[in-house]
């Protein structure tokens, strides 16, 4: 892999990595689907890429995670999507972490009507197919995906633990890519 370019949410989601790491390239995309294919199509197209690493938090669908766990995504979909337009984004395995599949979505606890059985853990988080979907499109080569759990699907916010999530999330990337 060449040197990654680590795709960010939001700031807060970026901090804890930046301080480890603050010679790697960190781009802030924004939160939803839309934004964040515009910002990575937007970068993409201006400083094309091989390598782009996607990382921020998500929240647990069901009780294999516990929040603080890392993982990465090696299958990712829009939630909301009927079935004849729905489309899988796979990637492969890039680091030591549990695989998890995930769920894209416009607001939180959309994906528990979607959850189906599966061998591995699912998250929801609001930019994952997207970004997969623009780095498909822009001819990125290696693309990974990777969460911290900062939250159960369903719990109110005021239970997330973001902070948390962020500061595991920072430490393990910037073990894993060094």
Request: net charge negative.
């Amino acid at each position: 892999m060449d040197k990654p370019v680590f795709l960010f949410p939001t700031e807060a989601e970026a901090a804890a990595f930046i301080r480890l790491m603050p010679e790697a390239e960190v781009v802030i995309i924004g939160v939803g689907m839309a934004e964040a294919a515009a910002m990575t199509a937007r970068y993409l197209s201006l400083k094309p890429t091989r390598d782009v690493v996607l990382c921020g938090i998500a929240g647990a669908c069901d009780e294999r995670l516990v929040v603080g766990r890392v993982v990465e995504v090696v299958c990712d979909r829009i939630a909301s999507l009927p079935g004849q337009y729905a489309k899988e984004y796979r990637s492969e395995r890039s680091t030591g972490l549990e695989p998890a599949e995930a769920f894209t979505v416009n607001a939180s606890g959309e994906a528990l009507g979607y959850l189906a059985e599966s061998s591995m853990p699912a998250v929801e988080q609001m930019e994952g197919a997207a970004v997969a979907a623009m780095c498909e499109a822009m001819g990125v080569e290696h693309f990974c995906h990777i969460r911290a759990i900062s939250n159960r699907v369903g719990e109110s916010r005021d239970k997330w633990r973001i902070e948390e999530a962020v500061a595991v999330l920072g430490g393990i990337v910037s073990q894993l890519f060094k």
